[in-house]
T-cell receptor, first 113, second 118 residues
Framework: DAKTTQPNSMESNEEEPVHLPCNHSTISGTDYIHWYRQLPSQGPEYVIHGLTSNVNNRMASLAIAEDRKSSTLILHRATLRDAAVYYC??????????????FGTGTRLTIIP | GAVVSQHPSWVICKSGTSVKIECRSL??????MFWYRQFPKQSLMLMATSNEGSKATYEQGVEKDKFLINHASLTLSTLTVTSAHPEDSSFYIC??????????????FGSGTRLTVV
C-alpha cells in the first residue's frame, strides 16, 4: 500500500493561512490524493481530493507537486473551528477491486486565538 | 450533500452481550460501506469492507465471527459486536463511497459510535 507521511502536529494563529504538508513518495500513477479532517468525537469529514492538478473548493486548496510525491493542504484563513486532525490519504484500488481508504496518523492542527 | 447516518451514537453494554451498530446512507445508494475502529488518540483502523448482497471482506487480524457485518440493502449496513469484552470498547465509524456531491470517489463518514463494555 502506498503510504503518506505527515507531521504529528502543527499550530497556527487564527485568521492566518495554514499549510499542511504530506509526503507520498511511493504514490502510483492512478492514486488519488484525498484529505479528510476529524473533529473530536466525530467521524472524518471530506475536505478535498485531487489527482495531478491543483484543486480549490470552498473549504480549502490542494497543491500537488509536479512529481506527485508530495502535496499541501492550504486553509486560507484558519478559524477555531478548523482545529482538527487532518488526514492525507491515497485512494487505494488493489487489483482485486476492493477500494478502501487507509488512514495514517494525520496532523493535529491547533488554532491559537 | 451526501449523508451517512450512524446509530447509536454511544452505547454501554455488559461484558458478554452483543451490540448492533447501524449505518445508513440517507440520500444515495452505497454498494460498498466500510467499518473502522478508533482507539483513543489513535488513527482509524479499517476493520472490514461491506459489499451489498455479499460477504464482507475483513482486514487481517479482525475476527469475522466476532464482528458480524450485514449489508442487506443498498442503504444499510450493520456491524454486530458479539460477546463484547472491555477490550472491544472503542469508537466505531462507518463510511460509504459517494459518487455524487463529494466528488468522484469521495467518501462520506458516519458520526461514529462510542462503545463502552463494562
Amino acid at each position: 500500500d502506498a503510504k503518506t507521511t505527515q507531521p504529528n502536529s502543527m499550530e497556527s494563529n487564527e485568521e492566518e493561512p495554514v499549510h499542511l504538508p504530506c509526503n507520498h513518495s511511493t504514490i502510483s500513477g492512478t492514486d488519488y490524493i484525498h484529505w479528510y479532517r476529524q473533529l473530536p468525537s466525530q467521524g472524518p469529514e471530506y475536505v478535498i481530493h485531487g489527482l495531478t492538478s491543483n484543486v480549490n473548493n470552498r473549504m480549502a486548496s490542494l497543491a500537488i507537486a509536479e512529481d506527485r510525491k508530495s502535496s499541501t493542504l492550504i486553509l486560507h484563513r484558519a478559524t477555531l473551528r478548523d482545529a482538527a486532525v487532518y488526514y492525507c490519504i491515497l485512494r487505494d484500488v488493489p487489483n482485486f477491486g476492493n477500494e478502501k481508504l487507509t488512514f495514517g496518523t494525520g496532523t493535529r492542527l491547533t488554532i491559537i486565538p | 450533500g451526501a449523508v451517512v447516518s450512524q446509530h447509536p451514537s454511544w452505547v454501554i453494554c455488559k461484558s458478554g452481550t452483543s451490540v448492533k451498530i447501524e449505518c445508513r446512507s440517507l440520500d444515495f445508494q452505497a454498494t460498498t460501506m466500510f467499518w473502522y475502529r478508533q482507539f483513543p488518540k489513535q488513527s482509524l483502523m479499517l476493520m472490514a469492507t461491506s459489499n451489498e448482497g455479499s460477504k464482507a471482506t475483513y482486514e487481517q487480524g479482525v475476527e469475522k465471527d466476532k464482528f458480524l457485518i450485514n449489508h442487506a440493502s443498498l442503504t444499510l449496513s450493520t456491524l454486530t459486536v458479539t460477546s463484547a469484552h472491555p477490550e472491544d470498547s472503542s469508537f466505531y465509524i462507518c463510511s460509504a463511497r459517494d459518487l455524487g456531491l463529494a466528488g468522484r470517489y469521495g467518501y462520506t463518514f458516519g458520526s461514529g459510535t462510542r462503545l463502552t463494555v463494562v
